[in-house]
C-alpha cells in the first residue's frame, strides 16, 4: 500500500466516523494548548484545520 492508498483509506474512515474525528482533533489540540505557552496555540488551530483539511472534513466550518 503506497502512501495515496492510505491517505484515501484514512479519509474514507474519517468520513464514515466525522464527528469522532473532530472530537479527536480538537482533544488532541487543547492538550496541546494545555501544555504549550500561549503564543503557539495559532499554530496548534492551524495544524487542526490543516488536518481537517487532509480528511476532507473542512477547515473553520465544521467547528
Given at each position: 500500500m503506497g502512501?495515496?492508498?492510505a491517505l484515501n483509506k484514512?479519509?474514507?474512515v474519517a468520513g464514515e466516523n466525522s464527528e469522532q474525528v473532530e472530537q479527536g482533533i480538537?482533544?488532541?489540540?487543547d492538550q496541546i494548548k494545555e501544555s504549550t505557552p500561549d503564543q503557539v496555540d495559532g499554530g496548534v488551530d492551524q495544524a487542526g484545520?490543516?488536518?481537517r483539511d487532509h480528511l476532507g472534513?473542512?477547515?473553520d466550518e465544521n467547528k
Open positions: 502512501f495515496d492508498d484514512a479519509k474514507d480538537d482533544g488532541a489540540s484545520d490543516a488536518a472534513l473542512g477547515g
